[in-house]
């Protein structure tokens, strides 16, 4: 949780004030309403976030606050206010210098916000020298004072570089060197880390929260993430269907929710501290309601297990105060409801017992030439086997080799050296096209998102049956649509849409689509490459749920490629951790999960966000990116990141690689760690005294 609010700025009059503000939009000849009488303020050196589902109205409410809500957008209702001014009381001339001045915004994607055509310096000197009047030479002053606030390294090189040539990390960074560098008095962060690997989401939301409270900077913190949340934010407003639903202090609205919406989305995250094992998810039916078709009285009446038909439906329901404190929620049974029932156990995981090996990798190493002779080495010696019906996950920051390895065993890519035997057939030198139709079909992906691997203009059901008709599935056209219709049934997906277009379904649904067209085929393994990362903590429940059931009936084996390790915590036999090529760490989701870690594994699990107040977790910050592969250091690979290399006696994590060493049956990890500092390992979770 983040350190309290400084009592000088907490005093001190509230940067942005948003009073009743109801925005609507003109949809075909109609007003269309997207918020309802929303408020909240924002003092200097704070952070608000603001939680909900897609299309509960979080970045409309963030449009509106800096006027760009497009030509169907319009604000109908309520005030604005920056520092005590109406911003609709603002000429177009004075709202394009508040912009970016006074008032700065780091979107999602960092990569859309620079211009591939400019250095990052020379994007990072025009905001001062637009806003401030400064001289080239002061911007580029002040772009190096900045560079090295935000803790680039040698930032003298990175801002003579372009976008592209720098990591997803460094470009997120610039994004957010350049929101800072007018010192504006409000931030808008709309999912500012959701593009990046947990440990640089971690230096990332740490140097944010540094700087807000050195610049006395107010910030309004967009996030699907409540884990991030609960570390990030002073206060937090709960969204549901344009209106807020419940609101106060963070750590008061986690420990003690007050409204079924707010309860509904924490338990739908899958957990991965000291109560990890009791339960697993527990979903949210259905979706928000579509803006102008929000039902009478409590919106979320028909998705709330507590809804009292005549009361709940009867009229508008007001924020009503929960506690002595600023706590707040729109539920007229809050008070009636039990808060601390435990959850229905459905989501309750029920182990499958491993069958015979189905995929044996050893002494892996895939290697690319690039740049004349250079050399990639992005594996390095993988060795695994996986059974059937287990689940192994690949863990490791961006440019670890998940990605790679992935490509290797689906056919895209050939190895280098090493063997992989799948089903019995040794195909480390066999590419897709090499490969049988049952062997392609026995291996398939699930990927991060469903929306690039669909067809926009072919019907759901038509692109299932285009991959029963290339696995040979079925000996009629009759039989295929049998078999097309019982996949739909099998992922919980009503058979009407099987005449649908892809844009007319949910994310959810298309990541649906997306597991029944990998089984068309009858998949003996699936490999999952971030298959809910880019959906709703609700829809990631059910996702996450499906994936278990279909695994416990079919007996497929999962190899699920992840960075989300509340995620793997949830659905992994087994877990592999791979840094830089290499497998650094193998074992059970129990031995990996608990010390003696590998110090890679201890600072992953230490920058994952926990959304329970219940749970403490030990700070260790990640610091640095990950080795280019073309000049990966000498000795262990992780050395040049490692806080406990100063344990190892000598100079022998600079000159020779760890071996892979067991620490019990089944566990291994690539380390010159002494075993006393092994054993002197702390968790990184402990729950909290009462």
């Avoid at 407003?237 to 007050?258: D, I, K, Q």
């Avoid at 499958?352 to 050399?375: C, D, H, I, M, T």
């Avoid at 278990?548 to 592999?576: F, K, M, N, W, Y």
Wanted: net charge positive.
């Amino acid at each position: 949780m983040p350190e309290p609010v400084p009592p000088a700025l907490e005093a001190a009059e509230p940067i942005l004030e948003v009073e009743g503000l109801s925005v609507s939009f003109r949809a075909r000849g109609r007003e269309v309403p997207a918020v309802a009488s929303f408020s909240c303020s924002v003092r200097p050196g704070e952070v608000v976030g603001l939680v909900g589902e897609s299309g509960c109205g979080k970045s409309t409410v963030a449009s509106a606050i800096l006027r760009d809500l497009g030509p169907a957008g319009r604000v109908v209702g309520g005030t604005v206010r920056f520092r005590g001014r109406d911003l609709a009381t603002l000429s177009p001339a004075e709202l394009r210098r508040l912009r970016g001045g006074g008032i700065a915004m780091i979107p999602q994607e960092p990569t859309a916000a620079l211009n591939p055509a400019l250095t990052v310096g020379r994007q990072l000197m025009e905001v001062p020298m637009l806003h401030g009047g400064a001289s080239g030479a002061e911007a580029w002053a002040r772009a190096l004072e900045m560079a090295r606030d935000v803790r680039l390294p040698d930032p003298e090189r990175v801002l003579r570089s372009y976008p592209h040539q720098l990591s997803g990390g460094q470009r997120q960074r610039i994004v957010i060197a350049m929101a800072l560098m007018a010192r504006p008095a409000l931030l808008i962060l709309d999912e500012p880390t959701s593009a990046l690997d947990v440990t640089v989401a971690a230096a990332v939301v740490q140097l944010l929260r540094e700087l807000g409270r050195r610049q006395g900077t107010a910030m309004l913190f967009i996030s699907h993430d409540l884990g991030l949340v609960l570390e990030t934010c002073d206060r937090v407003c709960v969204m549901y269907a344009g209106e807020a639903v419940e609101t106060g202090p963070t750590a008061e609205v986690f420990a003690r929710t007050r409204h079924p919406y707010t309860r509904a989305l924490l338990r739908s995250l899958p957990r991965i501290g000291p109560e990890a094992d009791s339960l697993l998810v527990n979903g949210l039916d259905g979706v928000p309601p579509p803006p102008g078709e929000r039902p009478r009285g409590c919106g979320f009446a028909p998705r709330c297990a507590h809804v009292a038909p005549g009361r709940c439906d009867g009229g508008a329901v007001p924020m009503l105060r929960v506690g002595p404190g600023p706590h707040a929620a729109r539920c007229l049974r809050h008070g009636e409801i039990d808060w601390d029932a435990p959850p229905p156990r459905a989501g309750r995981r029920v182990p499958v017992k491993p069958g015979p090996v189905v995929l044996r990798v050893e002494g892996l190493s895939k290697s690319y030439a690039v740049a004349g002779r250079r050399v990639v080495r992005a594996n390095e010696s993988v060795s695994f086997e996986v059974r059937e019906g287990e689940t192994l996950a690949v863990v490791g920051e961006s440019g670890c080799g998940k990605s790679t390895l992935a490509r290797v065993l689906i056919g895209l890519e050939t190895a280098s050296a090493g063997r992989v035997t799948l089903l019995g057939q040794e195909v480390q030198d066999r590419p897709v096209r090499a490969r049988d139709p049952r062997t392609v079909a026995a291996v398939q992906m699930v990927f991060q998102d469903p929306t690039d691997t669909l067809n926009p203009s072919r019907t759901v059901g038509r692109q299932i049956l285009r991959a029963l008709e290339a696995f040979r599935v079925g000996r009629s056209r009759a039989e295929r649509r049998g078999r097309m219709l019982g996949l739909l049934d099998r992922v919980e997906l009503p058979r009407a849409l099987a005449e649908r277009l892809p844009r007319q379904l949910s994310g959810g649904q298309r990541q649906r689509v997306g597991i029944a067209r990998a089984l068309a085929g009858g998949a003996r393994i699936v490999l999952a490459d971030e298959p809910v990362s880019a959906l709703d903590v609700s829809v990631q429940a059910a996702v996450l749920r499906l994936l278990l059931e279909i695994q416990g009936s079919e007996r497929t084996t999962l190899l699920l490629i992840s960075h989300d390790l509340s995620v793997v915590r949830a659905l992994s036999d087994r877990v592999l951790v791979m840094y830089l090529g290499h497998v650094v760490e193998i074992g059970t989701a129990d031995q990996v999960f608990a010390p003696p870690y590998h110090p890679y594994t201890e600072a992953l699990l230490a920058a994952v966000p926990v959304a329970d107040p219940r749970v403490r977790k030990r700070r260790v910050i990640l610091d640095g990116d990950v080795p280019s592969a073309l000049d990966p250091p000498s000795g262990c690979p992780f050395r040049t990141r490692c806080r406990w290399k100063d344990a190892v006696p000598g100079d022998l994590c600079a000159r020779e690689i760890p071996p892979l060493r067991a620490l019990a049956p089944g566990h291994r990890v690539r380390c010159h760690l002494p075993d006393e500092a092994l054993a002197g390992m702390e968790p990184v979770f402990e729950a909290v005294p009462g």
